[in-house]
C-alpha cells in the first residue's frame, strides 16, 4: 500500500506564494508517476499538475501553466508544487496522487488513472 500526506497549505494573500509538498510511503512509491488535483467547495475535483516517476516529463492544467510548478525528489520520497501569482479562485484543498504502476515515463491527467490519494491540504488565497 501507498501511503500519502500532503502538507504546505495555508492562507496566503493574491499574489503570494506557496510551496505544498507530498510526502510518500510504501513499496516502490518513488517509482510511481504523481499528479496534484484540487477539489473547491461545490466544485467537482480538477487535475492541477502531474510528473512522470523520474521527474523529466511535467505536464498542467491550461491556469496551472506559467504559475506553478510540479517537481519531486525520489531520494527523499516528496513530490512539490510550487504555487506563484496566487489568485482567489486558487482556494481549494489540493491532493496529491500516484498512479500505482511502475517507470511510467509519461505523465497522466485524469482521476481514474490515479490508484492511491492523500488526505489533502488546505489552500486559501484571501486579502
Known amino acids: 500500500q501507498v501511503h500519502l500526506i500532503e502538507s504546505g497549505g495555508g492562507v496566503v494573500q493574491p499574489g503570494g506564494s506557496l510551496r505544498l509538498s507530498c510526502a510518500a510511503s510504501?513499496?516502490?512509491?518513488?517509482?510511481?508517476?504523481m499528479g496534484w488535483f484540487r477539489q473547491a467547495p461545490g466544485k467537482e475535483r480538477e487535475f492541477v499538475a502531474a510528473?512522470?516517476?523520474?521527474?523529466?516529463?511535467?505536464g498542467y492544467a491550461d491556469f496551472a501553466k506559467g504559475r506553478f510548478a510540479i517537481s519531486r525528489d525520489n531520494n527523499k520520497n516528496t513530490v512539490y508544487l510550487q504555487m506563484n501569482s496566487l489568485h482567489p479562485e486558487d482556494t481549494a484543498v489540493y491532493y496529491c496522487?500516484?498512479?500505482?504502476?511502475?517507470?511510467?515515463?509519461?505523465?497522466?491527467?485524469?482521476?481514474?488513472?490515479?490508484?492511491?490519494w492523500g488526505q489533502g491540504t488546505q489552500v486559501t488565497v484571501a486579502s
Open positions: 496522487a500516484a498512479v500505482g504502476t511502475r517507470y511510467m515515463t509519461g505523465y497522466y491527467t485524469r482521476e481514474p488513472e490515479y490508484a492511491y
Open positions: 510504501g513499496r516502490a512509491v518513488s517509482s510511481y508517476p
Open positions: 510528473v512522470s516517476w523520474g521527474g523529466g516529463n511535467t
